[in-house]
């Protein structure tokens, strides 16, 4: 896997000889805004540094993929961030994911869209586990307007356990 980390997130060992220990927001994070984007095989721990206002509150995410296309990610881990993944508007899908020891796995804002392609956000075969806040939070504002056959959140074979919320819509 491809690392995203803390300098001080020891991976085999003091590797840099200050024995300090890793703790979330030690950096910031990660921006896709490309209309499409695919993310494979790589794990992020430690981000969300840099504060983000969003509709009702401040978070502080470690992957921010705000898009009016589609965001992919594959077989990725994501650990102790205060906010794994921020999302708003386009498409999210998440397929074999590991969200767990943050605060809130998922952040998702949907606000005054049409969604006549895909849904705001999919969650395949993935586990959403051990996280203060939230497993998934999904907030829709606005008027928001959807194509027949369309779902705006889908999830399949996921797995939620020990999150103090494993899914708040609002």
């Given at each position: 896997?491809?690392?995203?980390?803390?300098?001080?997130?020891?991976?085999?060992?003091?590797?840099?000889?200050?024995?300090?220990?890793?703790?979330?927001?030690?950096?910031?994070?990660?921006?896709?805004?490309?209309?499409?984007?695919?993310?494979?095989?790589?794990?992020?721990?430690?981000?969300?540094?840099?504060?983000?206002?969003?509709?009702?509150?401040?978070?502080?995410?470690?992957?921010?993929?705000?898009?009016?296309?589609?965001?992919?990610?594959?077989?990725?881990?994501?650990?102790?961030?205060?906010?794994?993944?921020y999302h708003s508007n386009g498409s999210l899908n998440i397929t074999n994911g590991n969200l767990h020891h943050n605060e809130t796995a998922i952040h998702a804002e949907q606000r005054n869209v049409t969604?006549?392609?895909?849904?705001?956000?999919?969650?395949?075969?993935?586990?959403?586990?051990?996280?203060?806040?939230?497993?998934?939070?999904?907030?829709?504002?606005?008027?928001?307007?959807?194509?027949?056959?369309?779902?705006?959140?889908?999830?399949?074979?996921?797995?939620?356990?020990?999150?103090?919320?494993?899914?708040?819509?609002?």
């Amino acid at each position: 896997p491809i690392y995203f980390t803390s300098i001080n997130d020891d991976i085999g060992g003091d590797t840099n000889g200050n024995n300090t220990v890793s703790a979330p927001k030690d950096w910031g994070y990660i921006s896709l805004h490309n209309p499409s984007s695919v993310i494979n095989n790589i794990k992020v721990s430690y981000g969300g540094s840099v504060g983000m206002a969003t509709y009702q509150e401040t978070i502080f995410p470690a992957l921010i993929a705000s898009s009016n296309g589609i965001i992919t990610t594959i077989n990725s881990e994501f650990s102790n961030n205060p906010t794994a993944i921020y999302h708003s508007n386009g498409s999210l899908n998440i397929t074999n994911g590991n969200l767990h020891h943050n605060e809130t796995a998922i952040h998702a804002e949907q606000r005054n869209v049409t969604y006549p392609k895909y849904a705001g956000l999919t969650l395949n075969d993935s586990t959403i586990s051990d996280n203060t806040k939230y497993g998934a939070y999904v907030n829709i504002t606005g008027s928001s307007n959807f194509t027949s056959g369309n779902a705006l959140f889908t999830f399949n074979n996921n797995t939620f356990t020990n999150n103090k919320s494993h899914v708040s819509a609002l």
